[in-house]
C-alpha cells in the first residue's frame, strides 16, 4: 500500500482531489496534512508552491506529499485576486468580487491551479487550468470559495451548482491532479 500526503488546510480542495484519487489510484492512501504553508509573496503560483513545498520538506522531514496553490484570475481586474485569491476570499469574498464586477462588460476569467509533488529529493510541478466567466450573481451550494460565481466555458451553471464528479472533469485542480496521477502511475508501476 503506497501513502502520500496532501499538505492543505482546505476541506474543499481535499475532497475534490480524494475523487479524483480513488477512481484512478483506489490502491493509495491520501492523507490529509494540514501542516504550516509558509507562503511567499509572489505574482507566480510556481514561486510560491516550489516555496511552500521546500519549506514544509525541511520543516515536517517528509518527502512523499504534494501541495496545490491555485488563484482565480479576472481579465478585467488584470488578473486580481491571483496568487492573493485565499487572501481576497476570506477579506472581500464572493460579494466583494461581484461588486468589482459590477456594470463590467468583459467578465472573463480563469482558475489556474500548480501542484508541487516532492518525491525522493526532487520536486515536481503540474499545472491546470480552466477558462470561464464571472456570474452576475452567486449560485449555488456546493463546492468552496469563488465557485458560486464562476461559469467555465461550455456551461451555463456555476462550479457551485455541479457535483464534485463534474466539477473535477472541468477544473484546473481536476487537470492538475490528473497530470499528477498518471506521474505515479509512471514512477510506482
Ligand atoms: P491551502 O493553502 O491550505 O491548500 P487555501 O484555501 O489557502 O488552502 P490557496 O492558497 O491555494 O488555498 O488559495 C486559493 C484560494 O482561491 C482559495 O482559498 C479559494 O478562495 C480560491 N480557489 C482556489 N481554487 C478554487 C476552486 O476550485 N473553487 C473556488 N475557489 C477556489
Redesign the pocket.
Known sequence: MKRIF?????V???K?VVDIFKKNLPDVILEMY?AE?L?IQSSE?EK?ALF?ARYIREKEKIDNFF??????FINALKGF?G?Y??????TIGVDGILRLMKNVKDRRAF?R?VIAFCWKGDIYLFTGVVHGRIAEEARGTQ??????I?IPNGDNRT??EMTIEE?NKL???GKAIRKLINFLKLIWA
Open positions: 496532501f499538505i492543505t488546510s482546505n474543499g480542495k481535499f475534490e494540514p504553508k507562503e503560483l510560491i511552500s501541495i496545490e496553490d491555485a488563484g482565480l485576486p496568487p485569491s485565499s487572501y481576497v476570499y476570506k482558475f491551479a463546492g468552496f470559495g469563488f465557485d458560486p464562476f462550479f457551485a466539477k477544473s484546473h485542480r
